[in-house]
């Protein structure tokens, strides 16, 4: 009875974590990305298909439209309701998960919860302009950022806390090198056109995670790729670097009941192997194998934490 209720309901909240962060970290993938097009000569832009690859759904966009052109990805990604990776479907998510599980939370944070899906659900819907759906966008990013903060400061610390939190560090280490996915063709490649630009394009990464001002602060005033990458990567006092969320993970798993470790062990493996790669030496395609490896290794996590936790008969 009641271990049941209380897996189904650790299981709705986990994933209300992933959810709110996924739609957030797409939400901050858009805008970066149209600020990049605007800063880089056309020749050098990226242009809107990286988002598309990045989200893992190039064949089901490709079944939807002709071109990938900045309009059409992004309705795709923000509210198109035929892209169940949508932000707008990853808000309907996060309400529902939300919802499911409304008992054990402050009743302000499911009232905000159900109140920025419905904002977002009336905004986002149609073909936005360029400037309204920026606004809409870092509009919805605060929103999510004011649930978290309200949890945050409201929420007893208890197994639902600690799993939401669970799903939203997988998520947004997962967010995290998506962004640096998106750019890591670009960024490193071995073309010389890009040189005088490469530190407009790293400066957008950073900015994308809200982390410039922290890089400039801790690292250095210059921004450089690989410096870039290793703060991102590796910094253990950065909230969105991939080390930091990690951590978080790892602490959070050697605290929840059950004596099965492999989510722990998996964790912590993956800690070690970000730790020991040689960041100056990853350039272009071995950027982009290392990084697709981590988004694996991150998968199987939560495909343990699933085992462990959730999965019923």
């Known amino acids: 009875g009641e271990g049941l209720m209380l897996s189904r309901l650790a299981e709705e909240l986990y994933w209300h974590g992933r959810y709110l962060e996924r739609a957030e970290g797409l939400a901050r993938l858009v805008n970066v990305n ?13 242009g809107w298909e990286p988002l598309v690859r990045i989200t893992g759904n190039s064949e089901h966009f490709r079944e939807l439209f002709d071109e990938a052109s900045e309009r059409n990805v992004a309705r795709y990604l923000i509210g198109d ?4 990776g949508s932000i ?18 402050p009743r302000e944070v499911w009232e905000r919860m159900n109140a920025l899906y419905l ?34 400061a409201t929420m007893s610390r208890d197994f639902a806390y600690d799993f939401m939190l669970l799903g939203r560090f997988l998520e947004r280490a997962d ?10 063709d670009d960024l490193l490649g071995e073309t010389d056109a890009l040189a005088p630009f490469e530190s407009i394009q790293w400066m957008s990464v ?30 253990r006092q950065l909230p969105r670097s991939v080390m930091f969320c990690l951590d978080a993970l790892a602490v ?19 800690m070690r192997r970000v ?27 939560a495909q343990r934490i699933a085992q462990t936790w959730f999965l019923r008969d």
């Open 34 to 46: 149209a600020h990049l097009n605007l800063d880089l000569p056309s020749g050098i832009a990226p």
């Open 81 to 84: 309701d035929r892209n169940p």
């Open 88 to 105: 707008r479907s990853s808000l309907e998510y996060a309400r529902g998960n939300m919802r499911a599980a409304r008992d054990l939370l």
């Open 119 to 152: 904002d977002c659900d009336e905004s986002m819907s149609g073909t936005l302009s360029k400037r309204k759906r920026h606004d809409v966008l870092n509009g919805m990013i605060l929103g999510c950022q004011q649930i978290t903060g309200m949890l945050d």
């Open 175 to 184: 967010t995290t090198t998506r962004i640096l996915d998106v750019r890591a």
């Open 206 to 235: 950073l900015k994308s995670l809200t982390a410039y001002q922290m890089y400039r602060r801790h690292v250095r005033t210059r921004v450089l790729g690989t410096d870039v990458l290793k703060f991102l990567m590796r910094d």
């Open 252 to 270: 959070l798993l050697e605290d929840l009941p059950g004596d099965d470790d492999t989510a722990l062990r998996a964790t912590v493996s993956l």
């Open 275 to 301: 730790d020991g790669t040689r960041m100056a030496k990853l350039r272009g395609e071995p950027l982009s194998e290392f990084l697709d490896g981590l988004q694996v290794e991150l998968a199987a996590i």
